[in-house]
């Protein structure tokens, strides 16, 4: 069975607990981060649930409290 590639990309809404800073920013190249002031958000389009896997894993591996996971067709769709 052949699957395109385009057609597994989906956006995602990370949000963690904290203030990431350039440094935790870098972890994850690639993607928008937003700090606020007690939440930062990391959203981008992820491949496929491999790599929202590899994601989610980087933040459970640098010590960061997962707030929320959320997916949506676009950056521009209002969660």
Not at 3 to 22: H, P, S
Not at 41 to 58: E, K, M, N, P, Y
Request: charged share 25%; aromatic share 8%; no cysteine.
């Amino acid at each position: 069975m052949s699957r395109n590639q385009e057609t597994d990309k989906a956006f995602y809404e990370i949000r963690v607990k904290g203030r990431l800073d350039a440094w935790g920013a870098a972890l994850f190249d690639g993607m928008a981060v937003a700090p606020a002031d007690e939440v930062t958000t990391i959203s981008g389009f992820v491949a496929d649930q491999a790599a929202l896997h590899g994601l989610l894993a980087r933040v459970r591996d640098f010590g960061l409290v997962l707030v929320s996971v959320r997916a949506g067709a676009g950056e521009k769709e209002v969660f």
